[in-house]
């Protein structure tokens, strides 16, 4: 080989390598493609802070918004909150339930946060993490929208924005059951 | 003689049931896991809230409640590789520490290799290179140009 050659294929060497560092760098590394999307959601049996029974399974049928929070979250737990209880309040009559579940949090705290914002839609701790992990959550908040068949079909990673809340509940409200 | 064997037996199974840790009421039947075979497969997981630490090492709750939910399934009978399957399912191959050796993640263990191959084809291709071109013969020597060399180093005061 030349020396000319060598003087070109040397740094050209160095080309596979900058534009593997530049498409990585250019990436979101908390955006971790789930693969949760479009499986059935896991069925789990919580307890409510009110003592009640929060379970997946009685709500076959209707559009769930899955919702995992922390108190200690902020901002973004706290931005959400808000637009999930209005999301609650206006679409619960056209069978759209909203859920909370409260991970890697104290007990106080997470009363506390359910008070501050006036939550009325059901909430419920998570102690042992599995609900957590059995949704593949790696931080909070993140929103899981499942479809009346129970399949999950849209995970949501940070605040959930109005516009999110709307588009995705009205689109899952627009399919059929799971009869239809 | 059989009152005599239960009395060696009934302590003997009550010692068993307490090192084991499990109550004689448990409803499934579940083994006895030691925190090595725990951490083995912890040590393979990558702590969700945490930045490169595993779920063995990370002191996080996240983690905590991890192993718990990899020693309860251990006990239930799952093996390891069930168990890393069952988190791998929930969080994809993100959640291992290392790679897949298949897919595109090859490239990741195949890639270091070929970078070493190459690099030892240059280098003695470089080496052949150099050696080569101190063996081939001096050019002649001009007798005229080395007699005025002679003459000036001998003007050297």
């Known amino acids: 080989m030349t020396r000319r050659a060598w003087r070109w294929l040397l740094p050209l060497t160095a080309v596979p390598v900058l534009t593997l560092l530049a498409y990585g760098f250019r990436l979101n590394p908390r955006d971790v493609p789930s693969p949760l999307v479009g499986r059935p959601a896991a069925a789990f049996a919580l307890t409510s802070f009110d003592g009640a029974p929060m379970t997946l399974e009685a709500l076959r049928g209707k559009v769930v918004v899955l919702n995992f929070w922390a108190s200690w979250c902020y901002p973004a737990c706290y931005e959400e909150a808000p637009v999930l209880e209005r999301g609650w309040r206006s679409y619960r009559d056209r069978g759209v339930v909203v859920l909370g579940v409260d991970i890697q949090d104290k007990d106080d705290a997470g009363r506390k946060f359910i008070r501050d914002f006036s939550l009325t839609f059901p909430n419920a701790p998570d102690p042992s993490g599995k609900v957590s992990v059995d949704y593949g959550v790696y931080g909070v908040p993140e929103t899981f929208f499942i479809d009346r068949r129970g399949r999950i079909r849209v995970k949501h990673v940070s605040a959930v924005t109005e516009q999110v809340f709307r588009d995705t509940v009205e689109t899952l409200l627009a399919e059929p059951g799971p009869d239809g | ?157």
């Open chain 2, 1 to 157: 003689m059989h009152a005599s064997a239960a009395r060696v037996v009934a302590p003997t199974t009550l010692i068993l049931l307490l090192l084991s840790g499990c109550p004689p009421s448990a409803q499934q039947p579940s083994r006895p896991i030691d925190d090595r075979q725990v951490h083995e497969v912890a040590a393979d997981l990558r702590c969700v809230v945490c930045q490169n630490l595993s779920v063995a090492d990370s002191p996080s709750e996240m983690a905590a409640q991890m192993r718990a939910i990899v020693r309860e399934r251990l006990a239930a009978g799952e093996t390891p590789a069930q168990v890393r399957q069952y988190f791998v399912e929930r969080y994809g191959d993100w959640i291992l520490l290392a790679p897949p050796r298949r897919g595109f993640t090859l490239v990741v263990w195949v890639a270091p290799l070929v970078a070493v191959l190459v690099g030892l084809g240059v280098f003695t291709l470089l080496v052949r290179r150099w050696t080569s071109r101190q063996r081939t013969a001096p050019p002649p020597v001009d007798p005229a140009m080395s007699e005025r060399i002679r003459r000036e180093l001998e003007r050297e005061p």
